[in-house]
């Protein structure tokens, strides 16, 4: 247990309003690093004034202005901090930059003060930790086992309670591994959606900054400070980042087979991963199998031909001068690329193009996949025996996530029979990034446990409705297109966000329509009397995306004005009277969800 302030940032916010001064928090801050003993941590700190002169700096507690005033965080040492060396774990590659990376800049700009820089696998190449000239960091929550990596002291100086938040990168699951085995959030985001200017690339259409954090009402606050568009990084991207709102009520979630599920003899991190599945469920969510031999072979090709190639070239003419500087374990894998051709490069962009077209429909079949974060716990023993394919395992379920262009989230779901934590990571296509934040969000409050190896409990859970935007239709959807319903993909297709669930004014009926495929209800008005509140859902669309949805429906189907049970009105599904023909009148189920389920009951 952790004495003293928790590092959460509504927890640090609330303490500075009481009163407690920056200079408290830098000061419990070198407390918690001492305490901690641990020199594999951190490879840089900053000098105890200078934080002090930059708190100082902010001004008065401005929370509004400055939506991270005042919160301490950690920087890998491959993204550039002003003031401070960056080595990537490799002493003779060291420089001192001349400007912060973009993200550590906006962080910055927001309130946020940075710690120190941390320790990583050399060259963000490895999931394990361990391949760094320096101490290795301790696992946050057992010395014995690996701390993940690459973003290992990133993910154990959170863990710890050092720090409130962390940068890491994420090339094959460095901001995910670290994360799950140290009981944090590491949110991968889309990529693009963070600045990767300042940053050391390992393959640089890839790469993304990642952030590790306590809860994820946290790692989502820091997620929408830092993402913005940058002109000078030619692979940045917008990804959506308002306030997260309540989750979609029934998702449909993918989840690999059984028969595809790789846990290599781990029977307590199967067991566990069960569990997880068994809380989405009781979340009232649809989880469905999907094959997921295609996922593992797209994983295969991160560590063959044209991606093994890119590594090296981030970094060849330091290579080729100084390979001795290099890690033994680095040294092979960046030694390997310089025997691969052009052709090698070409025909690893043709394997991986034929294989998206495999998995597509599979993604576009469910809202979100499932999968564990790792496959099972390896101790340093296992990896100084086994340090390639110990490493190739941890990344099971990491390692296909850029290569097909989605975010994801590792999040926290229990405590194994020994004591070890459960995690699993949630991903979805690029720009899902709030949809996945809300329901890891939702697992780890389901799970009870304390953060990190802190032994606080969670904060008081922020989860406020989303906020309805002037700039976005307000659509009124009633059957096929509820979340979880087969039509909803046309919804997500189009961009649209879930909003709330509500109930119409007690003037409508609603009937299952004759004759469509998929089923389908008809919404009607009637007089007053003579009908029933309908359950139904609120989501938003551009005015662009509205016009192209209402253009494809079909008849006898179309849009009009509903009331809302709260004398709101909205645009939304209604059934023309021709349309009754040959339906049946389900009122009295109070909505399509609840008369489906009476059929599945049947």
Known sequence: MIDGQVFDIS???????????????????????????????????ADRASLIAEAKALGPFDPASRPLWGIPFAVKDNIDVTGMPTTAACPDYSYLPQADATVVRLLRQAGALVIGKTNLDQFATGLVGVRTPYPV?????????????????SAVATARGIVCFALGTDTAGSG??????????????SLGALSTTGVIPACRTLDCVSVFALTVDDAWSVFSVAAKADPSDAYSRVVETSALGATPPALVIGVPSIADLQFFGDRQMEAAYARALETLASLGHRLVELPFSD???????????????????????FFNEKEASFHPVTRKIYGGAKALSAADAFNGLYALQALKRQVEPLIASVDILC?????????????????????????????????????GIAVPTGTRADGLPASVTLLAPFGSDALTAQLARDLHHASGLSLGATGWAQPVQRCAPQTERSDLIDLVVVGAHLSGMPLNGQLRTLGARFVRTARTAACYRLFALAGQIP??????RVDDGEGAEIAV????????????????????????????????????FLVEAVGLDGASDITGHGGWRAYVKSLEAM
């Open 11 to 45: 927890s640090l916010h609330a303490a500075f309003a009481r009163g407690w001064t920056p200079i408290d928090m830098i000061d419990t801050v070198f407390a918690r690093i001492a305490a901690a003993d641990d020199p594999g941590i951190f490879l840089h700190l």
């Open 519 to 524: 089923a389908k209800p008809g919404l009607i």
């Open 176 to 189: 995910r591994i670290p994360a799950g085995l140290n009981n944090i959030v590491g949110l991968k985001p």
């Open 371 to 407: 999968v564990p974060t790792a496959p099972t716990h390896y101790t340093r023993a296992d990896l100084e025996a086994e340090p390639i394919r110990e490493n190739s395992r941890l990344g099971t379920y990491t390692n296909f996530v850029n290569l097909l262009d989605m975010c």
């Open 137 to 153: 960091p301790r696992n946050a929550i057992d010395p014995a086992l690996v701390p993940g990596g690459s973003s290992s002291g």
């Open 537 to 572: 859902e609120v989501w938003q669309l551009t005015p662009a995306a509205f016009g192209r949805f209402v253009a494809a429906i079909p008849a006898p189907l179309g849009i009009g004005t509903i009331t809302l049970g709260d004398d709101s009105v909205a645009k939304g």
């Open 295 to 317: 996922f593992y072979a797209v994983a295969n090709l991160l560590y063959e031909g044209a991606w093994v190639a890119e590594r090296y070239a981030a970094v060849d003419a």
